[in-house]
């Protein structure tokens, strides 16, 4: 499992960075062209919109893995330290569970719109809407690694102490 969370935070990290240079191409040739040449690309706005919507969802994967989301640990904080490790276990399961939620609804989504086509690109809103069940499955992919490290080290610790 420690593999396939490495490999494919690796990727997801590699493509969400391809795809922030994407987008700083594309908005300093439209800032250049709209200012200097005085006509924009037309397709500029509506792809960097799609790609950061992509940027978004690979980036919530990675912060999983990191456990790096924002976080408001005021309640956590002052649960007694024996009850701590069920609280971080229902944590990671409602995470599991936001997961599936989005796998279901991004697969709906693009069964929607499908037939449905971008206005400037023409491309299907499937490509853009298919971040959300990708994001969803990369997130429990994530999830399940980091859950299942807590509880190995969590095991290992009320064992040896």
Not at 53 to 72: E, N, Q, Y
Not at 92 to 105: D, F, H, Q
Request: aromatic share 12%; glycine share 6%.
């Amino acid at each position: 499992m420690k593999k396939i969370c490495s490999f494919l935070y690796r990727a997801a990290g590699y493509i969400a960075g391809v795809l922030l240079g994407i987008m700083m191409i594309v908005l300093v040739v439209q800032v250049f062209r709209r200012r200097v040449l005085g006509n924009s690309l037309t397709y500029a706005e509506e792809l960097i919109r799609f790609l950061e919507i992509w940027l978004v969802f690979l980036g919530a994967s990675l912060c999983v893995k990191d456990d790096t989301h924002p976080t408001v640990t005021i309640f956590f904080d002052h649960f007694p330290q024996k009850i701590r490790p069920a609280v971080k276990s229902l944590i990671y399961l409602l995470i599991l569970a936001v997961g599936i939620v989005m796998m279901i609804s991004g697969v709906l989504l693009c069964m929607k719109y499908y037939r449905q086509m971008t206005p400037t690109l023409r491309i299907s809103y499937a490509y853009v809407y298919a971040a959300i069940p990708l994001s969803g499955l990369l997130i429990d992919i994530q999830a399940l690694g980091v859950f299942s490290e807590f509880l190995r080290r969590n095991k290992e610790g009320r064992t040896q102490g």
